[in-house]
């Protein structure tokens, strides 16, 4: 009998259709076992799968697989986020319909899934454009409007005029469309938002709950709903001829955001953002007015998010008004200042230069005075200011604005107080401000509402009709699905709202003739709850039962890429809060661990790209080696999260190892014969300690397998079970077939390490584990729905280990030493052993490195 060769090509495709035959993983939903809900984020539908794809999803089937045979109930399935502008653009181009570009997509996509050898509970697939699953998010929309959580509003917002839709403040990078990059131009439009602001609290506070999150991932949404302690104060507005109003009313008022009142009495200039409402009336028909003007179409093309970053050139313009300071009566002028942003705290600032970079580098430009009245004790000013209450001094020669804590001077009755962040002096100031009605204690978050309305075809449409008798009607939900119009010429620039079939319909509340809302939902709100519906995902009366998300979720195990750290996560957040808060689920967070994985490259680094002509096809890859080399390769050749330099190279020797661990197996079951391993020539003593150390590797890399998989580090968890099979293979070169037949403790560690071998390997290779389990182990059922194996802590302890001796370096000599040796028993032996090297030398120093070596330095 001749061992049968390793051929992926044939065992692969045989064992994809014996497993969807017999539906093996199909989610048993067994309340007896506990529950594992593993994770990847769903694709979207762009054509054909690359190696990121293949990177995300094989981390997550091997999770999957592994603690099924762990044991656990686990829910693991896969879908599609496949709404967007791409299939619409596409449609455009090949005059044909979204629909049909996205569902030949899936197809595509999921035949390279299932090539891939991954197992997904297909019957729970998600897909976002079907109407059965969008229905639902016009569902939510309606209960997060009842709760006051949608607002219909008007107001500036970033319009991408090549995607020609609106975008959300998290779709903007540097000024630029997250899609298509291009410059983001300010409009003022009426937009749907949802209210996100009210849960900006609980977003933050709860990110100390996700402790299976990277450090960078909760520093980035931390950053994002950017949490500001501070004050709101009043200033008030002189009139045109400079006077303060004798009894100042409400409309005479503007109120400051500031996180250091404690530097009030530095305040030299008051700011106003380009938007501020009333702006243009206060230098209506006066010589102020162009100046301002220019300042404000000035600031039109450019993003709030370029704006308030530090390094951009700073204008303004004198307003040709004053405001009285509240603390000391003193009265400023008032400048329009573009980089102050009209949607954080008031869009109104009391200017500091001297504490802060930007009214410092504006002063400097527009040749403003900069008071010095904070100040480190080694300011040279310190000796002639430390002390002064009143103001002396209002020019610096600083290089910039003094921003850390110091010492207060030329402020009045606060002089010589601590200043800065959180320091006493504010809440001094703060305290008087308040008892006077002239401030309070406020916090600002940087987080926006969530904009969620979109002018474009190929999304989940808004279910909302604007009647003229009625107003804004929501649409019932017996209503629901509003559907799509199937019959619509995106090519002839036909839109929803050119629809007149889509568009014209009645008011639910008064019959009346109606328009139907034209604006479909961005595709965040999809991806934002799809996770809930793989729980109950043919739910015909709720989106899911509560009772099914409340048993699988949180997601034990969510993979996916880091660009998705703010917007995705952050939604599916707020989502999960507000259906919380709504009765339908009962925790808080959606997410318990997150794994980001890295970017795969090519070997030079370089992202793969279909420019640079550097792509990587995962099926050429398949076609070469088989999926079970392509998943083994890519989770070896990197942990997890790092980036991965393509190296066909590398894949090689992976198959390499998929074929060495295959007779491996076949020769411990006998099924070898011609090919065994065996070399003659070992010692019986040999032999057996080969095989000693075999079962007590085998019992070592079962247990560190399992301890790799608790930290995902399934680089080291392969490279465990590569030293196994060096183990194996080094029993089986020293002890001879007929040997091990004839003894029944041999046969027994024999079959006994072969069976170990396939099921670790199992979630790496799936299809080399089930045949080898079925053709060579001879077993029944599938190898996927086996125990983990077993093992014991105290046979992997070796009795005794080898230690390299080295002098100065260089490794002179190797002992054995009893595995629990002591230190200085070790060094004992391990000087003894080099003895003659030592010959007429000081010996300086000998440190033992545990399991590895005695190092002794000597002159
Ligand atoms: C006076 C002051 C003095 C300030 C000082 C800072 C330092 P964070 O920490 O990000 O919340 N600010 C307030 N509203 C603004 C707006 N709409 N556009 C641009 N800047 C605005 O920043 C709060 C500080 O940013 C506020 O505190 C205000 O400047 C400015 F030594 O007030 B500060
Ligand atoms: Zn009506």
């Known amino acids: 009998m001749t061992m049968k060769p390793y051929n992926p090509h044939e065992i692969e495709p045989r064992w994809q259709k014996e497993w969807d035959d017999a539906d093996l993983y199909k989610v048993t939903e067994d309340p007896s076992k506990s529950k594992k809900y593993v994770l990847e984020m769903f694709p979207y539908p762009s054509g054909d799968i690359h190696m990121g794809h293949v990177r995300n999803y094989t981390i997550g089937d091997v999770v999957a697989r592994y603690y099924k045979m762990r044991g656990f109930d686990v829910l693991h399935p896969m879908g599609w986020d496949a709404f967007g502008l791409p299939a619409e653009n596409a449609a455009i181009k090949c005059n044909s319909h979204p629909a049909k570009w996205t569902y030949a997509n899936i197809d595509t996509q999921k035949a390279s899934f299932k090539r891939m050898g991954f197992s997904y509970d297909w019957d729970r697939t998600v897909v976002a454009c079907d109407p059965e699953y969008y229905r639902w998010g016009q569902w939510i929309f309606l209960q997060f409007w009842k709760r006051g959580l949608v607002e219909r509003r008007n107001s500036p917002v970033n319009w991408c005029p090549n995607c020609a839709t609106v975008l959300a403040n998290e779709q903007v990078t540097e000024g630029e469309c997250w899609r298509c990059h291009g410059a983001v131009e300010k409009r003022d439009l009426t937009q749907w938002y949802f209210k996100i602001t009210d849960y900006a609290q609980e977003l933050l506070d709860d990110l100390d709950q996700l402790d299976g999150w990277p450090e960078r991932v909760k520093q980035m949404q931390a950053n994002w709903i950017g949490r500001s302690e501070g004050a709101e104060i009043d200033f008030v507005l002189c009139g045109p001829d400079g006077e303060a109003p004798a009894e100042p009313t409400a409309d005479d008022v503007i109120t400051v955001f500031t996180t250091r009142p404690d530097t ?149 009755k606060y002089t010589g107080m601590v200043g800065g962040k959180h320091s006493p002096a504010v809440d001094a100031i703060i305290g008087d401000l308040a008892a006077e009605g002239k401030g309070k204690k406020t916090v600002q978050f940087r987080l926006r509402d969530w904009l969620i309305s979109r002018q474009r075809y190929w999304g989940n449409p808004i279910p909302a009709v604007h009647c003229p008798e009625c107003g804004l009607v929501p649409v019932p939900e017996e209503d629901l699905p509003v559907r799509l119009p199937e019959d619509i010429d995106l090519a002839a620039g036909e839109t929803l709202a050119t629809h007149e079939a889509f568009v014209n319909t009645t008011c639910p509340v008064c019959g009346g003739p109606a328009k139907r809302e034209t604006d479909t939902m961005d595709t965040f709100t999809c991806s934002s709850w799809y996770y809930l519906r793989y729980t109950d995902p043919h739910n015909e009366e709720l989106p899911f039962a509560p009772e099914k998300a409340n048993r699988w979720m949180p997601v034990d195990q969510y993979i996916g890429g880091i660009e998705h750290a703010i917007l995705h996560l952050l939604y599916s957040r707020f989502y999960t809060k507000v259906l919380r808060d709504l009765g339908l689920l009962e925790f808080d967070e959606p997410f318990s661990n997150l794994l980001c994985q890295g970017m795969v490259k090519d070997e030079h680094g370089e992202t793969m790209s279909k420019s640079k002509g550097n792509v990587i096809a995962p099926e050429d890859m398949i076609a070469e080696y088989g999926a079970d080399a392509v998943r083994a390769y890519i989770l070896f050749m990197a942990p997890p999260d790092k980036d991965l330099l393509w190296d066909e190279g590398g894949l090689a020797g992976i198959y390499k190892f998929m074929n060495r661990a295959w007779r491996i197996v076949n020769d411990l079951m006998g099924a070898a014969d011609e090919e065994t391993l065996y070399q003659p020539g070992a010692s019986e003593d040999e032999g057996i300690k080969a095989l000693e150390q075999l079962v007590r590797e085998r019992h070592r890399v079962v247990g560190k397998v399992v301890d790799d998989f608790d930290r995902n580090n399934f680089n080291t968890a392969l490279a465990a079970i590569m030293e196994l099979t060096n183990a194996a293979s080094d029993y089986l070169r020293k002890c001879s077939p007929e040997e091990r037949a004839g003894c029944e403790g041999s046969r027994a560690v024999d079959a006994e390490v072969a069976e170990v071998l396939v099921k670790l390997l199992a979630p790496f290779a799936p299809h080399w584990a089930e045949e080898l389990w079925h053709a060579v182990l001879g077993k029944d059922g599938s190898v996927h729905t086996q125990p983990w194996p077993e093992f014991d802590p105290e046979q992997a302890k070796a009795d005794e280990v080898e230690l390299a001796v080295q002098v100065n370096g260089k490794v002179k000599a190797k002992i054995m030493v009893a595995a629990d040796a002591a230190e200085d028993d070790i060094k004992a032996v391990g000087l003894a052993a080099v003895e003659a090297a030592l010959e007429g030398k000081d010996v300086k120093k000998v440190v033992v490195v545990p399991g590895r070596l005695v190092n002794i330095v000597a002159k």
């Open 264 to 412: 009030l009495f530095g305040c030299s200039f008051f700011l106003l953002a380009p938007e501020y409402k009333g702006l243009m009336e206060l230098v209506e028909g006066t010589e102020y007015e162009a100046a301002v003007r220019e300042v404000v179409e000035g600031v039109a093309k450019v993003s709030a998010v370029e704006r308030a970053q530090g390094d951009r050139e700073k204008h303004g313009a004198f307003t040709g008004r004053y405001m009285v300071n509240p603390v000391n009566g003193e009265k400023v002028p008032v400048w329009v200042a573009d980089y102050i942003v009209s949607d954080y705290g008031t869009g109104a600032v009391m200017a500091v230069p001297c504490g802060d970079q930007r009214d410092f580098e504006f002063a400097r430009k527009y040749d403003l005075p900069i008071i010095p009245i904070i100040l480190g004790e080694d300011d040279p000013l310190y000796p002639q200011l430390n002390g002064v209450q009143e103001r002396r001094v209002t020019s610096v020669d600083w290089e910039a604005a003094y921003d850390a804590e110091g010492v207060l001077v030329q402020s009045g």
